[in-house]
């Protein structure tokens, strides 16, 4: 049998994870050459991509969570390898949300997402922010600031739902910002609760702030939740209700965006912070190729990618 070859850099809080060990030996049973590498501190992640690159590695496997799968996406997209070209991406989800592997249909278990070494690589878009890269979603307002806040502690125990319970928790902080979003054809300006700038669908443990989303139409989904004071004084009913709060979004669907924050506004991007006044997001349209199951709802047919705005 043929050998092929991949790269798994694995976080290094699942070092000890059985299940991904029995799937890396399945691999290897069946004639994959898979090497394995675990991070130890801030930056390992970039450091062995590169390394990974320099020594002709053609497949990443990203073993972790969208942190771990943002870090190494902006790696291969911004490297100058004679191989980056060549490289492609496959996610391993092994953290709390998993936001983009769930939205991708990526499987959740170990073995399960290392069968998509079988499956072609695509290209991807990703998105782009004031020098720094996002693979799923750039989040603003309430929606940024629940997640910062909720603890690794708390995620350990309650998975994804500690995300809405710190949110509930924390509803008596809610405040609007003022923004003004500028793109193509659209202009928006006003208070803004939360803000979603997606090139995957969900965010914070699977809400769906970008249900249009797709990672290969060369668009991000510009989703913006308006604070009219009917707004909030409903929004809390909602959320512990359970239901949902689709209809008072304004969204829509765009290569670029500008926005400007009166007051500054906290920017989360696939667990990174940024803050500031003013921002320009972007789409790099096919910046990266990913194995992906082959009827990914991200990954739009002909007919919907031509649907553009």
């Not at 989040?139 to 940024?144: L, Q, Y």
């Not at 949110?167 to 939360?194: Q, T």
Request: a negative charge; aromatic letters at 6%; charged letters at 20%.
């Amino acid at each position: 049998m043929k050998q092929r070859t991949a790269f798994l850099i694995l976080h290094g809080k699942q070092a000890l994870n059985e299940d991904v060990r029995a799937a890396v030996a399945a691999k290897r049973e069946e004639g994959w050459q898979l090497d394995v590498r675990v991070t130890w501190e801030a930056g390992d992640a970039r450091r062995l991509v590169l390394d990974a690159l320099a020594a002709g590695q053609r497949i990443i496997v990203a073993g972790g969570g969208d942190g771990t799968l943002r870090e190494i996406a902006e790696t291969l997209v911004l490297a100058e390898s004679r191989y980056a070209h060549e490289a492609s991406l496959l996610p391993l989800p092994l953290g709390t949300a998993n936001d983009f592997a769930r939205a991708a249909g990526v499987p959740l278990t170990a073995k399960a997402a290392l069968d998509l070494l079988e499956v072609p690589a695509r290209p991807v878009d990703i998105g782009e922010v004031d020098g720094q890269f996002f693979l799923n979603m750039a989040t603003g307002g309430f929606g940024s600031q629940v997640t910062a806040n909720t603890s690794e502690e708390l995620k350990r125990v309650l998975g994804g739902a500690a995300y809405l319970f710190t949110g509930l928790s924390r509803f008596s902080e809610l405040n609007a910002a003022y923004c003004e979003l500028n793109g193509p054809d659209f202009h928006w300006r006003g208070d803004l609760l939360a803000l979603g700038i997606g090139n995957g669908r969900q965010a914070g443990g699977g809400h769906l702030l970008c249900p249009a989303a797709l990672a290969n139409d060369g668009l991000l989904e510009i989703s913006v939740l308006p604070a009219p004071q009917e707004v909030v004084a409903t929004l809390k009913g909602l959320l512990e209700g359970g239901l949902g709060i689709d209809n008072l979004f304004v969204r829509a669907r765009l290569p670029w965006v500008e926005l400007k924050a009166a007051q500054g506004l906290d920017i989360n991007l696939d667990g990174e912070p940024l803050s500031g006044e003013a921002f320009r997001f972007a789409v790099r349209p096919a910046a990266l190729r990913m194995h992906l199951p082959t009827h990914s709802p991200l990954l739009g047919t002909p007919a919907q990618i031509s649907r553009r705005g």
